[in-house]
């Protein structure tokens, strides 16, 4: 017998006993996208909070082609680098506590935390509640390295732990480099 459903399982009405697609039943998930520590729900990934990113880097992966503008982050530690590379548009990683000790983005001494590279001068990118720790590079910025000519706004944020190899951030900064244009 024909069952007739949306068997995307990105779909937040995704039928698991549909074996004939209807692509005019999907229904996706349109919010802020939101990051846990794992996704439990038994289904792919969509950022929704029934079915969360299980790293930061996926969410900003989807975020220039979802209408969403918000990041919100579970408290938890994440084991990653992110990377915000050319992306025209305004939009906040927020973790999801006041407490920034809560939500920390660990670079596990393998690059930059956070590097930011590109965006126009008119685009703000926002970082909310976070800890970024344990970044490790051999020129600068291991905790954030920042280029381009958008805006950044840290809004409580810890930055603990970073650290340049060889002492060769002369005239940058170990933690933080900001620097306009390439």
Do not use: M
Not at 96 to 110: K, R, Y
Not at 115 to 138: A, H, K, M, R
């Amino acid at each position: 017998s024909v069952a007739v459903g949306c068997i995307d399982p990105l779909a937040v009405n995704y039928d698991s006993g549909a074996n004939f697609n209807d692509s005019s039943q999907c229904e996706y998930y349109n919010g802020s996208l939101y990051v846990a520590t794992e996704n439990s729900s038994g289904f792919i990934s969509n950022g929704s909070p029934e079915r969360p990113y299980t790293s930061v880097q996926e969410a900003l992966d989807v975020i220039a082609n979802h209408n969403a503008t918000v990041i919100l982050i579970q408290p938890g530690i994440y084991t990653e680098n992110i990377n915000i590379i050319d992306l025209e548009k305004t939009c906040s990683i927020e973790g999801l506590t006041d407490n920034p000790n809560s939500v920390i983005i660990d670079g596990n001494a393998n690059g930059s935390v956070l590097t930011i590279d590109g965006g126009s001068e008119n685009i703000t990118y926002s970082i909310v509640n976070l800890t970024l720790q344990n970044g490790l590079t051999n020129n600068k910025g291991a905790g954030i390295n920042k280029s381009g000519q958008s805006n950044l706004d840290l809004i409580n944020v810890h930055i603990l732990n970073n650290h340049v190899a060889g002492n060769s951030a002369f005239n940058y900064g170990a933690g933080i480099s900001l620097s306009n244009g390439y």
